[in-house]
């Protein structure tokens, strides 16, 4: 079996469960709900792949991108 067969083979369908208890888990946090956007659906999914609530992310980044795309020049933006 080639590695990528064995990669293919070892993606299975989200832990619903995991997923539900990480729901769960965010809507006790103290925080708006919704407050992080995109990150906490993606904690949700996280959650899911993992089959674990409780999700651990050994090998992080973190990446931060700007670009001013021409606002300033436009006048929207209040900060030059």
């Known amino acids: ?13 989200l832990a619903e469960d995991a997923m539900e208890q990480a729901c769960q888990r ?4 103290t925080k708006p709900r919704g407050s992080l956007g ?10 899911g792949i993992q089959s674990n609530p409780f999700h651990v992310i050994h090998q992080k980044a973190v ?7 021409g606002v300033v020049n436009e006048g929207i933006s209040l900060y030059p």
């Open 1 to 13: 079996m080639s590695a990528l067969d064995r990669i293919i083979n070892s993606i299975h369908p």
């Open 63 to 69: 990446i931060t991108m700007a670009a001013d795309h």
């Open 26 to 29: 965010q809507a006790m946090l």
């Open 38 to 47: 995109l990150l906490e659906a993606l904690s949700i999914q996280l959650a």
